[in-house]
């Protein structure tokens, strides 16, 4: 994707996500929206940390081989997964807003939300370890960041649904997330 094309996409995302997030502050009662207001901006702090990380260690056009051939093509990986990251938070507050709600986890592994936990963090320290020196505080500070969002987000979800099944399904979708970017 064009520079000026990723830039423009980048920016009409934002600019949804930030009206979607203003559309739920304002629809959820009162006890739910200082917790609201606390996942957002780590949220955002999030965003911000892995913004910087990726552009600085993964902002290069690269080949991606898919097995075939026909499919091969050339992208960028730093643009490709900022794009998801807003793309995804899109989705959550579009759902939320509109009174749906994750009833069932997205697991078929039959793995438990620790278990889960437990492997996002052997990914992240092998993702670290392997990474540039020159990034690795970048990273570890995204990381850090993805884990006071989802401590937030957990407190949202725990005032905004008030079922404990809804809240593991959605923290569910949260480490799927993470763990497919």
Not at 136 to 150: G, L, Q
């Amino acid at each position: 994707m064009p520079e000026e094309r990723y830039e423009t996409r980048l920016l009409s995302i934002r600019a949804k996500a930030e009206m979607l997030y203003e559309r739920l502050y304002l629809s959820v009662d009162e006890r739910a929206r200082g917790p609201l207001a606390a996942a957002q901006t780590a949220w955002l702090d999030m965003a911000e940390k892995y913004d910087r990380v990726l552009r600085r260690s993964l902002n290069a056009a690269v080949k991606v081989f898919y097995g075939d051939k026909n499919k091969e093509r050339i992208t960028n990986i730093f643009r490709d997964n900022t794009l998801a990251i807003y793309e995804q938070r899109v989705m959550d507050l579009s759902r939320w807003g509109g009174g749906d709600v994750t009833r069932s986890t997205p697991f078929k592994s039959g793995k438990s939300l620790r278990e889960w936990e437990s492997a996002i963090q052997d990914k992240g320290s092998h993702i670290e370890y392997v990474m540039d020196e020159r990034h690795r505080m970048d990273e570890h500070a995204s990381r850090r960041a993805w884990e006071e969002f989802r401590d937030a987000q957990e407190g949202f979800l725990r005032v905004f649904h008030d079922d404990e099944s809804a809240v593991e399904a959605e923290l569910g979708l949260m480490y799927n997330s993470i763990s497919n970017s």
